[in-house]
């Protein structure tokens, strides 16, 4: 008997630290950070005119709906947004490692999607190039 209440206890632990990580999962509102592994992940691709034209062409296409031309999460399609986007030139974003940005592209978070099956890994490293070059304080702006 005693070996049975046991077990039933570390069940309901288990459901419950189930619905904990399911619930934190689901909150918008929870900082939202790369595994340490994702985020220790180098760019592979140099930043270069050719990286930031093709990250511009993704960036303008996929992202500045909501984040804006500026990247400053003031896009048109915020309007529609429960959660609203981060400001890409916040110092709290820029500190981001490259591989926590690609991470977050990767994987997306309501409202943001997941852009791994519709780019390849290149272009959204391409995309974080130009998101660097478009958020550098004393960067070109256009």
Known sequence: MNLRRHHLFY???ALAAGALFAHAADDKTA???APARAAKKKNPVPASEVSFAR???VYTKECAS???DQGRGDGPGVKDLEVKPGDLSDPHSVAHTDGDLFWKITEGRKPMPSFAENYSDEDRWNVINYIR????KDGPKS
């Open 11 to 13: 069940v309901a632990v």
């Open 133 to 136: 070059k478009l958020t550098a």
């Open 66 to 68: 909501c984040h804006g």
């Open 31 to 33: 900082p939202w950070e």
């Open 55 to 57: 990250g511009r062409e």
